[in-house]
């Protein structure tokens, strides 16, 4: 496995690979921006909360269930208003952008003739939002987002994902690599098939680990 501490390093390291599979969240983009937008929709709906926005995030960063704590410490009881905000952060239409230099480098890949894919954990929605924000259909030739497979049970590190862009981009596994930023299930299945990996060791990621 090879490690990289910026995205856009893994175009030196793909030159024998002939499908180009990336992570999506801390990857492509920060998920981080991904939260800042849910939780400014968020603080929308509850302006009796003063500064809702810094609290949540705040909260966030604590990693407490911000919704819960910022609710609980204004004294609010409502399992309407907890819905309420549920729905406002899950179906945002999400101010994000990729990482700088992203469009430019998956426009070189494609240029190479190289088939390029996204494997994503998480809810449809949010990562169907998160995908048009970003402009992504456009860039990229397969998408495949584990929970529309089965539910949360084939998020990796389940293998069928892999195995499912292995057939549609008709590309063996030894000439597919993965990119991702998670090491505790990101290449668990793409090394177990025989893939190429490319850890990006992204150190603003929410699950970045020394």
């Known amino acids: ?40 929709e968020v603080a929308s709906v509850i302006p009796q909360v003063d500064r809702a926005y810094d609290k949540l995030y705040e909260a966030f960063l604590r990693h407490e269930n ?72 456009k860039m990229v030739d397969h998408i495949i987002i584990t929970d529309e497979l089965g539910g949360i049970d084939f998020r990796k590190p389940c293998p069928v994902a892999f195995k499912k862009m292995h057939e549609i981009m008709g590309v063996p596994y030894e000439k597919l690599v993965y990119i991702g930023d998670n090491m505790h299930k990101d290449f668990i299945a793409p090394l177990e098939l025989g893939m190429g990996a490319i850890h990006f060791k992204n150190v603003d990621g929410l699950y970045y680990s020394k």
């Open 1 to 40: 496995m090879i490690t990289i501490n910026s995205i856009l390093e893994v175009q030196d390291y793909i030159d024998d690979y002939e499908g180009i599979i990336f992570d999506l969240d801390d990857t492509l983009y920060g998920e981080k921006q991904y939260v800042r937008s849910g939780y400014k």
């Open 66 to 137: 911000a919704i819960d704590v910022v609710l609980a410490s204004a004294g609010i009881d409502s399992e309407e208003v907890k819905a309420l905000c549920l729905k406002k952060y899950r179906y945002q239409e999400p101010d994000i952008n990729l990482y700088e230099g992203v469009d430019d480098l998956l426009a070189a890949i494609r240029e190479s003739r190289k088939k390029i894919g996204i494997i994503t954990d998480g809810r449809p929605e949010g990562q169907r939002a998160k995908i048009k924000a970003l402009g992504l259909e």
